[in-house]
Nanobody, 114 residues
Framework: QVQLVESGGGSVQPGGSLRLSCAAS????????MNWYRQAPGKARELVAA????????NYADSVKGRFTISRDNAKNTAYLQMNSLKPEDTAVYYC???????WGQGTQVTVSS
């Protein structure tokens, strides 16, 4: 069955960095686009970043442009989200998503606080 497993979340001070990973299994990872979403308490889930199947095209929410980088390693069936210059407003649960099948991971908590 399809599985998306996020890891790499945690607590960090403002200005810090984290790298999230999304390990995929149960489908042909290399032919599907992948997304990262986040959901903060009391707010709707929002799309943070997207990457094409081959990794050549990416898109970002305006709020993270220049700070976050989405990437993927198709040989490892893994997508990544490098998050730099983190701000308190980046605090949320981050989810990996494969939009073709509307498949979701369980989420990983990111907390940015001094």
């Amino acid at each position: 069955q399809v599985q998306l497993v996020e890891s790499g979340g945690g607590s960090v001070q403002p200005g810090g960095s984290l790298r999230l990973s999304c390990a995929a299994s149960g489908f042909t990872f290399r032919i599907y686009a992948m997304n990262w979403y986040r959901q903060a308490p009391g707010k709707a889930r929002e799309l943070v970043a997207a990457i094409s199947s081959g990794g050549g095209a990416t898109n970002y929410a305006d709020s993270v442009k220049g700070r976050f980088t989405i990437s993927r390693d198709n040989a490892k069936n893994t997508a990544y989200l490098q998050m730099n210059s983190l701000k308190p407003e980046d605090t949320a649960v981050y989810y990996c998503n494969a939009p073709y099948g509307d498949w979701w991971g369980q989420g990983t908590q990111v907390t940015v606080s001094s």
